[in-house]
Every structure is written in structure tokens, then in C-alpha cells.
């Protein structure tokens, strides 16, 4: 279990092993283990900037060549890297010991006794996408699931009427910046440029949500985004145009944000630069975060749904989650509204062998027993202990 650097992109000062007193989860939520330069490489932007003069097939072929060398990075593990739960559970294990006591109380992750929660989101990257937006909603109805749909405000045409057929299936509208250039967090001359444009467009459009183009992110300037949720952070993946993640498969604050990590590999790179058309990489790492309780959190763009396969492979997907026991499945705004309240309670153990939950009343919230079973692993045991 313990490590004593992150790889080539380490700094000597981040302690890598989860029983270290050093150790501070910080550190990979906000990404501290990686070397940030002040915007992105030389050679990354010039690809950005060079991008719409590039042909698609070639742009592809660029991108699968690098994902050769992105795979050889040594952490974040992909497509499990349990640094976090390790942490977690030796917290819980520490608290063991000082109760002395067989199990210690713990507010639930999850309302309601759920054992995990999804959510699934999809950017819309062009016309192609939108037009596949009814396709993709009729799956989605069919097996219980509500998504979130994160538009770019200005980098292509959203017809009239385009946010109404989301919302009145039950889903959100979210924003995918302004243009999907890969310019909003080159420096921060341009992050502020573009600041005053996403707070208009969050407000006219009655969104919360926002995911960034490319998932280009710098956790210093987020929360200044003005955003309930935030979505640009893998919990691990090499093969975006910035690797690294923020190795949590819960989420988290910055600031007054929440940010919702996606946990599983997003469909673009599964498809289009690994070449798996299958769904055993989402079942494989979703079994792992359903068995840590933490979030499974999808991204899928319409844009490359557009074959009868695909959307086929999506559905089963779909399937598959949709009969997943203990699934609290839920738009992602309120997720982000949970988590805030979630934040803000603890438990403590009361006479009797009972518990009880401390702080601002929050719809839903129970107690889970933690326990270490008989192979030292921790162990959650869910209770339906509503709070009144």
C-alpha cells in the first residue's frame, strides 16, 4: 500500500502513503501531486490552436498515437486508483481502535440507506449531437434514468426549444463553456475574459452545473465560476488532454463548489482512442466504486451515439446500472445539494448500542455501522434510520 512518490509528475513534499501522519487528501482532490505550469504546454496549445484546421481522422490518429505514452504514467492508477479509499478506510479502522468497540457509527454517504449513487452526464459537442438528443432521452426513459445535458454556449446553434425537451424529460441543462476552443484556463488573462460571459450564461439559462471543454481545469480558479457543481475532474485518467485526477470516487468541496468526479472512463476515449466498444470497463470499475459506496459518475456524448450499435452498447449499459441493488440514481444537481448537507452533519454513539445524527437536518440522512470482517477489510453495515 504505501508509495513514496506519484511517478515522473511527483513532488518530493507529497506524502504518497495513506498512513502517513503527513498524508493530506488535499492534495489529490486539488491535484497538488502534479507539476501545473501556469497554463497549459507549449506543444497542447499549439495543438488547440491548430485544431480546426486539422481533419477529424487525422486529430484521432494524433490522439491514439499519444494515449500510447499517457498509459505508461505511473499515477494515478487506471482504471483503479484506490489511494483515497485506503486513506478512508484507515481513518475508520484508527477510529475502531480508540472506540475499542466492535463497530463505530458513521453518517451514511448516501440518503435513504443507499449503498452507492450514479448520475449520468453528457456534453454536447455539435449539431450532430443535438439532433440525438431525443434518441438518447427515449433509452434513457426506458430504463429509469435521468441525465444532465452541458451545452457550449457559443460554439455552435442550440434551436429554439432545444433546453425544453431535456427538462420535460426530467433531466438538466448545464454549461460546457462558452467555446470548446481549450482556451478558458490558458492563463488567467483568459479565464477572466471569459468569466462574465459563464456567469450570464449559468444565469439565463437557469443552470448550475458546469463542465469544462476538454476537461481543462485549475482547481485555484474554479469556484470562481459561480457554479453549484462542478464536473471536469476524473477521479483517474491518463489519456485526457490534461491527465491526472483527482483519485476520489466521492465528492468533494472547493470553495462553495462541489465538484462531482467522473468515475468512469468517458465514452469518447473508451471508443474513439482505446477502441473498445464493449461495456466490461464501465461494469469492472463501477463493481469496484459500488463495493467503496461512492459515486458512479458517467460521461456520454450524444455525438457518438449516433450508430444503432452504440446506442445499443449504451443501453445496456443502462441496464446493467438500473439493476444495480442500493442505487441512488439522481440528477446531478441534486447530488451536489446532498453532499453540501451531507458536509455539515456527524454521528455519534448513544446508550443502548444507537447513534445519533448532529448538525443541520438533512431529508434522508442514516447512520452506517463500520466494522473491520474477519479478513481486516472495513466493512459498512446500512441502516434505514431516517432523521427526524
Known amino acids: 500500500m504505501a508509495r513514496t512518490n506519484a511517478g515522473s509528475n511527483a513532488g518530493p513534499s507529497i506524502p504518497m502513503d495513506p498512513r502517513s501522519e503527513g498524508f493530506d487528501p488535499r492534495d489529490f482532490l486539488l491535484e497538488r501531486y502534479a507539476h501545473r505550469e501556469a497554463g497549459p504546454s507549449r506543444l497542447l496549445a499549439a495543438y488547440y490552436t491548430l485544431k480546426p484546421l486539422i481533419p477529424r481522422p487525422l486529430q484521432l490518429a494524433i490522439r491514439r498515437g499519444y494515449a500510447k505514452r499517457q498509459a505508461q504514467r505511473a499515477f494515478p492508477r487506471w482504471p483503479v486508483e484506490p489511494i483515497l479509499v485506503e486513506y478512508q478506510h484507515e481513518q475508520l479502522r484508527r477510529r475502531l481502535r480508540e472506540s475499542g468497540a466492535q463497530s463505530v457509527p458513521i453518517v ?4 435513504h440507506g443507499k449503498r452507492f449513487c450514479s448520475i449520468i452526464t453528457h456534453d454536447v459537442e455539435g449539431p450532430d449531437g443535438i439532433r440525438n438528443i431525443p434518441r438518447v432521452l427515449e433509452v434513457e426513459r426506458r430504463h429509469g434514468i435521468v441525465s444532465a445535458w452541458n451545452f457550449c454556449a457559443e460554439h455552435y446553434e442550440i434551436p429554439p426549444g432545444t433546453f425544453d425537451i431535456v427538462r420535460e424529460a426530467g433531466c438538466e441543462v448545464g454549461l460546457h463553456g462558452i467555446k470548446h476552443d481549450g482556451k478558458l484556463f ?6 477572466e475574459a471569459e468569466l ?9 439559462w437557469g443552470a448550475v452545473g458546469f463542465r469544462s471543454p476538454a476537461t481543462h481545469r485549475n482547481p485555484d480558479w474554479m469556484p470562481e465560476l459561480g457554479c ?5 475532474f476524473p477521479d483517474t485518467d491518463p489519456f485526457e488532454p490534461q491527465a491526472g ?4 470516487i466521492f465528492p468533494y468541496t472547493i470553495g462553495h463548489m462541489v465538484e462531482l468526479p467522473m ?3 468517458q465514452d469518447h476515449t473508451l471508443r474513439e482512442i482505446l477502441g473498445d466498444e464493449s461495456i466490461s470497463c464501465w461494469t469492472h470499475k463501477g463493481d469496484w466504486v459500488i463495493r467503496n459506496h461512492g459515486l458512479v459518475h458517467l460521461l456520454v456524448h450524444p455525438d457518438y451515439l449516433l450508430s ?7 443501453s445496456s449499459f443502462l441496464e446493467w446500472l438500473a439493476g444495480q441493488d442500493g442505487n441512488w440514481h439522481a440528477l446531478p444537481k441534486d447530488v451536489a445539494h446532498w453532499w453540501k448537507g451531507f458536509a455539515g452533519l456527524r454521528c455519534q454513539p448513544t446508550s443502548g448500542g444507537d447513534a445519533e445524527l448532529l448538525g443541520e437536518p438533512t431529508d434522508g440522512a442514516t447512520v452506517a455501522w463500520v466494522r473491520e470482517d474477519e479478513q481486516g477489510n472495513i466493512a459498512f453495515d446500512l441502516t434505514r434510520r431516517v432523521k427526524g
Not at 451514511?108 to 440518503?111: D, E, K, R
Not at 490558458?186 to 479565464?191: A, G, L, P, V, W
Not at 444503432?308 to 449504451?314: G, K, N
Request: hydrophobic letters at 25%; aromatic letters at 16%; a positive charge.
Open 108 to 111: 451514511n454517504f448516501w440518503p
Open 186 to 191: 490558458r492563463d488567467r488573462r483568459c479565464f
Open 196 to 204: 462574465p460571459k459563464i456567469h450570464r450564461y449559468l444565469n439565463r
Open 228 to 232: 453549484v457543481y462542478d464536473g471536469s
Open 245 to 248: 485526477g483527482c483519485c476520489s
Open 263 to 265: 468515475t468512469l472512463v
Open 308 to 314: 444503432d450499435d452504440r446506442l445499443e452498447t449504451y
